[in-house]
């Protein structure tokens, strides 16, 4: 073969390498073999390809990295080069957002994203417009998934694992992003406390790209931690952040609503009643969650098994499974790694066809619920004020028959009225 005239193509990506060659017409050969390795990486060991084909696409690459290339033929035992050549990975989508992301870790290396904007609404609730903002006009093409789950149940590690799938970020680069930030409450995990990661109701706002596989501008709703303790503050705060949140124009309407959950998990009776009180806000439009199940080992689920028990209605025949305990290590598979996104890639697809659901009965329910919720208060004020007239009522009465019977026995018996006293006071 004439090295000179290069009989051979190589094209790249930023993950990827695909090299076509002429099939060599001389000799019999059994297979080609291909040997590849970063040129300037600190493993000099090379990786192995084998075909009987004249192209061969060598995946899973690290992007913007030189890689060396060798291609054999394998001829009654022995290999004998073909060719060697250099070729580049371009840099990959997710790492310009490198630029403008604060690293928080190394090995492998984190960052944060920041919101380009935020919008306060009120105090709890914020919208974080992610990567850029969103245009009025862009909004007709948006997907709105609401997100709840217990505390620790990975529901703010599944986010995370999102925006990784959205922003492409490559199984080979050692670099990983967050979306949500952890507040300083974070602190009291050092003291093994079970603190949520998500203390407010956010609005996470994900533009549409050319290089992102989604179709369509996403909102994402965290909600925070639901606890397992009776009376939480923070489980009676949701409804009413979610009723400030729809009463404002970020939000005009709602996909789905997916409930998050441990693979193997025990709710609560205080969980039960926060997710049916969640779900009951949409009325007949949306009547069950989607299950996303995390910490999934690939076991039976019986997570699904323990919403049933609970008579928390979900979808059955739709349920997706996450594996995401690795996200931020550098000793994740990549099995693990390609099935967390085919997991998003149906998610996503599942509820690009779902029809959208307005927030503004929502809003009307939540209204009327809170109205209603002030009315039973004023009317146990009053039932309780009622209560106090009939025991002093009651107790006038005693008086009036005792004396009453003394007086029958006893003609001529004076007594002197005791004064009733106010119990109230």
């Not at 390809?49 to 001829?75: A, D, F």
């Not at 997991?343 to 599942?350: M, Y």
């Amino acid at each position: 073969m004439n090295m000179d005239q290069k009989p051979y193509q190589i094209t790249s990506s930023s993950n990827r390498i695909e090299i076509k060659w002429q099939h060599l017409q001389q000799g019999n050969f059994d297979n080609y073999i291909l040997r590849y390795r970063e040129l300037h990486g600190e493993n000099k060991t090379f990786r192995l390809m084998e075909t009987s084909e004249n192209e061969i696409v060598v995946k899973n690459l690290k992007s913007s990295t030189t890689y060396e290339i060798r291609l054999y033929v394998q001829k009654d035992g022995e290999d004998e080069l073909v060719f060697k050549e250099t070729c580049d990975t371009s840099a990959s989508v997710a790492s310009q957002f490198m630029l403008t992301s604060e690293k928080v870790k190394d090995k492998p290396w984190i960052y944060q994203l920041h919101p380009v904007s935020v919008e306060k609404l009120s105090e709890g609730i914020n919208v974080h417009h992610m990567i850029s903002d969103i245009s009025v006009v862009d909004k007709d093409n948006m997907k709105t998934i609401l997100f709840v789950g217990a505390s620790e149940s990975g529901k703010s590690t599944l986010l995370d694992a999102l925006i990784n799938y959205v922003l492409k970020v490559p199984y080979a680069d050692k670099f990983r992003f967050k979306m949500i930030e952890d507040t300083s409450d974070q602190k009291a995990k050092a003291k093994n406390q079970v603190v949520s990661r998500t203390q407010n109701t956010t609005c996470y706002t994900i533009p549409k790209k050319s290089d992102f596989p989604i179709e369509f501008n996403l909102q994402v709703i965290d909600t925070p931690g639901i606890q397992d303790r009776n009376e939480s503050q923070t489980n009676k705060e949701i409804s009413k952040q979610l009723m400030t949140l729809f009463g404002s124009n970020i939000v005009t309407h709602i996909n789905a609503v997916c409930i998050v959950l441990p693979s193997s998990c025990r709710l609560t009776q205080e969980q039960q009643d926060v997710f049916n009180e969640i779900l009951f806000l949409f009325g007949n439009d949306i009547n069950c969650f989607i299950p996303l199940v995390t910490f999934d080992d690939g076991g039976n689920l019986n997570a699904l098994n323990t919403l049933s028990e609970a008579g928390i209605p979900f979808m059955h025949h739709m349920h997706f499974r996450f594996n995401n305990a690795m996200l931020f290590s550098e000793n994740e598979s990549q099995d693990a790694w390609n099935n967390r996104n085919e997991s998003f890639k149906n998610l996503l697809a599942s509820i690009s066809v779902n029809p959208k659901q307005s927030v503004q009965l929502t809003e009307n329910v939540l209204k009327l619920r809170t109205d209603i919720h002030t009315d039973l208060k004023v009317l146990k004020r009053s039932s309780r004020e009622l209560e106090r007239m009939r025991r002093n009522i009651s107790q006038w009465e005693n008086e009036v028959n005792y004396h009453e019977r003394i007086r029958l026995e006893n003609e001529n018996y004076q007594y002197k009225e005791d004064e009733l006293v106010d119990t109230k006071k």
